[in-house]
C-alpha cells in the first residue's frame, strides 16, 4: 500500500521550537568549577541522606557513589550537555523518581513536548495497539486525530520504540518503566532528565479510515508552570511532608494545559481545579459515585479534606469509584487524609523512618519534628540498624475532625503511574480494608518516600551543603515510607502496591471516557 506524506500546518501554541530553545541554553555554558560543586554536591547526600541506598544498590546492582567518583574525575573534558546526561543517568540508574538530579536554568520549569499522547489498549485477540489519544487541535491533520493508530516510531516499530525508551526511564518496578516509557514518547521533562536527542520524529500510523501515512512532528518547548512572568516549578521546593514525581508533575500540568477541557475544571474551586473532580455515572443500571484525583500536590491538608468531604456527601449509597490513575503524589498529610475521608473508623497512616548516618542524626538533633527519630538514629551504632524506627507524619483522624466521612463501598483504581503519595493512599486504601483495588497493571508505580530538596536541606544542615548555581538542584527520598497492618514493615519503594484485580485497557477506555474500565469497576463494587 502507498504511503502518503502529511505535516501540520500549524505550531503548537505558546511554545518555542527545541533547537531555539538549546541555542539560548548554550549562550551560557555552565563553569567547569559548578559542574564539581554539583558532583561533590551528588555525593554527600546519597551518602549521607539518601535512605534508600542500600535497597537500591541490592535491587538494581548500581553504586552510584562510585559512579559519582568516577564523574568527578572525567569531568573536564566534557560538553555541558554530555555533563548533564552523566549526573542524570547517575541518579536515573537508582531506579527511584523522588531521588534526582535537577537541571539549572533554563531548563527549569520547562517540558519539551510533541503535542499528543499515546495510549496502549489491548486486542480481544491479545494484540497491543497504541493509539493517539488525545492531540492540541493545532496539530490534527490528513487523519492524524485521535485514533490514528502508530506504527513505527523514526522507522523503528512502535513496540520496540517503547521497549527502548522504557529501558531509559527512572521506574521502580517493570509496570512503572513500560508507562512511563510510553508516556516520555511525546513528554519530557527538561528540569529532571536531558532533552530529547532528536529534534523531531517522523511517525507512520494507519488513519481512522484504515489509510496509511506519514508525518513529521518537531518537539516543541512549553513551561509548566508561569508565576512573576518566568517559568517555575510546578513543585514547591521547601515543603518538608512531600511525597511527589516532581517530573511527572510538571508533565502533568503541561497535558491539562494542552489537553483538559475547561468545563472539566469548573465544578471545583480555584484551589483544586485541576487536582480533584466528582461527577455521578450510571452503570450497570445503578448509580455510583465517581471521584477522580488528579494529584495531591495541595497546600494544606485540611482544605483539600473538606473540598473532598464536600464531594463525597453527594455520592450514591451504592458506592464510590476512587480514580488515581497518573497521579504523581504531593503532599503526604493530604493524601492520608483523603483516606479519613472514605473511612468509618480511624485509618493507620503509613511509617517513615530515617537512615542511621551522622548527617541524618545531625538532621534529627537540629529539626525540632525529627526529634522522634533521634535516639534510634543514635542507638544504630551498638544495633547496626540501616534505618532508624518509624513513625507517621501526620494524624489523619485529627487532619479531619468534624468532617463527615463516605462509609459506603468503595473501589480504588490505580495505574503504573500512580507514585509517592498516590502509592502511599493506595496502600492505605488497601490496608486499611476499604475496598479492593483495581490495576490497569499490577503495580503502583513504586514511590516509597517523603522526599526533601537540596534547598530545604541546606536550611537545617548549613555546614553540610552549600548554594547550588543557576538554580540547579537536587531532590532526594529522605525517609522511607514503610506499610501497615498486614503489611506491617514492608516498603512501597520498588514495590508498589498490588491490585486486587487488572483490567486491561480496551480501545473503547482509551478513545471514550473508560467505558470497559468504569463498568469493570461497578461489577466488582456490586
Known amino acids: 500500500m502507498s504511503t502518503t506524506v502529511a505535516q501540520p500546518t500549524h505550531t503548537l501554541p505558546d511554545s518555542i521550537g527545541l533547537d531555539a530553545f538549546l541555542e539560548r541554553a548554550a549562550d551560557d555554558p555552565l563553569p567547569l568549577a559548578d559542574r564539581y560543586r554539583l558532583v561533590a554536591a551528588a555525593r554527600v547526600l546519597l551518602e549521607e541522606l539518601y535512605v534508600h541506598l542500600p535497597l537500591k544498590r541490592a535491587m538494581h546492582a548500581t553504586d552510584p557513589v562510585q559512579r559519582l567518583r568516577l564523574l568527578e574525575r572525567r569531568l573536564r573534558p566534557l560538553s555541558e550537555p554530555q555533563f548533564h546526561a552523566e549526573l542524570a543517568g547517575v541518579f536515573r540508574e537508582l531506579r527511584d523518581l523522588h531521588t ?51 506504527e513505527t516510531w523514526n522507522g523503528v516499530p512502535i513496540e520496540r520504540t517503547i521497549e527502548r525508551n522504557a529501558a531509559a526511564q527512572a521506574g521502580s518496578n517493570p509496570d512503572a518503566r513500560l508507562a512511563r516509557g510510553l ?60 511525597g511527589i514525581d516532581a517530573g511527572n508533575e510538571a508533565t502533568r500540568q503541561i497535558k491539562r494545559a494542552l489537553f483538559a477541557p475547561p468545563q472539566a475544571r469548573r465544578p471545583s474551586p480555584r484551589a483544586f481545579r485541576g487536582v480533584v473532580a466528582y461527577r455521578t455515572l450510571r452503570l450497570r443500571g445503578r448509580s455510583y459515585g465517581y471521584l477522580r484525583i488528579f494529584s495531591f500536590n495541595v497546600s494544606g491538608a485540611r482544605l483539600f479534606a473538606e473540598q473532598l468531604a464536600r464531594m463525597v456527601a453527594r455520592a ?104 509517592s503519595a498516590a502509592d502511599i493512599f493506595a496502600a492505605g486504601f488497601q490496608d486499611n480494608d ?48 514503610t506499610r501497615t497492618r498486614g503489611n506491617v514493615d514492608v516498603p512501597l519503594e520498588d514495590l508498589g ?19 470497559d474500565l468504569l463498568t469493570a469497576a461497578a461489577a466488582l463494587l456490586s
Open 100 to 150: 534526582g538530579y535537577q537541571l539549572p536554568d533554563p531548563y527549569r520549569g520547562h517540558v519539551a513536548t510533541l503535542g499528543f499522547l499515546v495510549e496502549r489498549y489491548v486486542a480481544p485477540d491479545g494484540r497491543p495497539h497504541h493509539i493517539v489519544s488525545k492531540i492540541d487541535r493545532s496539530l490534527a491533520h490528513a487523519g492524524f486525530d485521535v485514533g490514528a493508530e502508530l
Open 183 to 242: 508516556e516520555a514518547l511525546t513528554l519530557r521533562s527538561l528540569r529532571t532528565g536531558p532533552p530529547p536527542d532528536e529534534r523531531w520524529v517522523l511517525l507512520t500510523y494507519r488513519t481512522r479510515a484504515g489509510r496509511r501515512r506519514e508525518t513529521r512532528l518537531p518537539w516543541r518547548v512549553r513551561a509548566a508552570e508561569w508565576r512573576a512572568g518566568r517559568a517555575q516549578d510546578p513543585v514547591p521546593t521547601l515543603a518538608t511532608s512531600l
Open 434 to 481: 476499604l475496598g479492593p483495588v483495581l490495576g490497569t497493571a499490577w503495580r503502583s508505580g513504586g514511590g516509597g518516600a517523603n522526599v526533601w530538596t537540596h534547598e530545604l536541606l541546606r536550611v537545617w544542615l548549613p555546614e553540610l551543603l552549600g548554594e547550588l548555581p543557576r538554580g540547579a538542584g537536587f531532590r532526594v527520598a529522605l525517609r522511607r515510607a
Open 316 to 419: 450514591p449509597s451504592e458506592g464510590l469509584i476512587v480514580d488515581i490513575r497518573g497521579n504523581p503524589g504531593g503532599h503526604v498529610p493530604a493524601a492520608e487524609s483523603a483516606l479519613q475521608i472514605l473511612s468509618g473508623h480511624p485509618v493507620v497512616p503509613v511509617s517513615f523512618s530515617l537512615p542511621t548516618t551522622r548527617s541524618a542524626l545531625a538532621l534529627a538533633r537540629s529539626n525540632p519534628s525529627f526529634r522522634v527519630w533521634t535516639s534510634s538514629i543514635r542507638d544504630a551504632v551498638e544495633t547496626g540498624e540501616v534505618h532508624s524506627q518509624g513513625f507517621p507524619l501526620t494524624d489523619p483522624e485529627a487532619v479531619t475532625a468534624g468532617l463527615p466521612r463516605y462509609t459506603g463501598p468503595k473501589i480504588l483504581i490505580t495505574d503504573a503511574l500512580s507514585y
Open 497 to 515: 502496591v498490588q491490585a486486587d484485580e487488572v483490567h486491561e485497557l480496551t480501545e473503547r477506555d482509551v478513545t471514550g471516557r473508560n467505558q
